[in-house]
Antibody, heavy 122, light 113 residues
Framework: EVQLLESGGGLVQPGGSLRLSCAAS????????MSWVRQAPGKGLEYVSTLSDSGGSTYYADSVKGRFTTSRDNSKNTLYLQMNSLRAEDTAVYYC???????????????WGQGTLVTVSS | DIVMTQSPDSLAVSLGERATINCKSS????????????FAWYQQKPGQPPKLLFYWASTRESGVPDRFSGSGSGTDFTLTISSLQAEDVAVYYCQQYYGTPYTFGQGTKLEIK
């Protein structure tokens, strides 16, 4: 059974940093692109980032480019999101999601974690 | 960026009736070399993460009831629920994965009339 478990969320002050983790199990982690999607309270889904299966290619939304960094450790089956220079508008539930197609970044997200809440506030 | 626009924003349908949600992309998401639309539909129920319903615009994900159907090509897509059930109350999102950022529509809230 595929499982994705996010952790690392919490309350952080504006300008601060936070690192989210997503522990994956139930599939060959190193064969799939992984993504982050966020959802502000009461709002819709917003794409954040995708990292290819090998970690060689990364894509970001303009709203986080230069502030957020996605990485993965295929030996630990874990995806990370390093968030720096956080702003109030980054407040959201952050989901990690698995790409559906093996070895392709261009695929929909077939499994999602339960999400972790990040609150940016003073 | 490709902009995805859903209509309507909200929809109330009687149990057993048909529900139709539309999504329009600002540019075609049909990849000519393989004739595939890089387009998906998701369902999100309160307090839950999104669930993939359809990919390649019309391919139903395993376990999705056949009262759900996806159609369309190029820039115009439709999600249809042929006979609304109480458990279908949710917010539905479209998404393109043709080009990064893989943008979502704003969502359509489906309720029971």
């Amino acid at each position: 059974e595929v499982q994705l478990l996010e952790s690392g969320g919490g309350l952080v002050q504006p300008g601060g940093s936070l690192r989210l983790s997503c522990a994956a199990s139930g599939f060959t982690f190193s064969s799939y692109a992984m993504s982050w999607v966020r959802q502000a309270p009461g709002k819709g889904l917003e794409y954040v980032s995708t990292l290819s299966d090998s970690g060689g290619s990364t894509y970001y939304a303009d709203s986080v480019k230069g502030r957020f960094t996605t990485s993965r450790d295929n030996s630990k089956n874990t995806l990370y999101l390093q968030m720096n220079s956080l702003r109030a508008e980054d407040t959201a539930v952050y989901y990690c999601a698995k790409g559906q197609s093996q070895s392709s970044s261009w695929s929909p997200f077939d499994y999602w974690g339960q999400g972790t809440l990040v609150t940016v506030s003073s | 960026d490709i902009v995805m626009t859903q209509s309507p924003d909200s929809l109330a349908v009687s149990l057993g009736e048909r529900a139709t949600i539309n999504c329009k992309s600002s540019q075609s998401v049909l990849y000519s070399s393989n004739n595939r639309n890089y387009f998906a539909w998701y369902q999100q129920k309160p307090g839950q993460p999104p669930k993939l319903l359809f990919y390649w615009a019309s391919t139903r994900e395993s376990g999705v009831p056949d009262r759900f159907s996806g159609s369309g090509s190029g820039t115009d897509f439709t999600l249809t629920i042929s006979s609304l059930q109480a458990e279908d109350v949710a917010v539905y999102y479209c998404q393109q994965y043709y080009g990064t950022p893989y943008t979502f529509g704003q969502g359509t809230k489906l309720e029971i009339k």
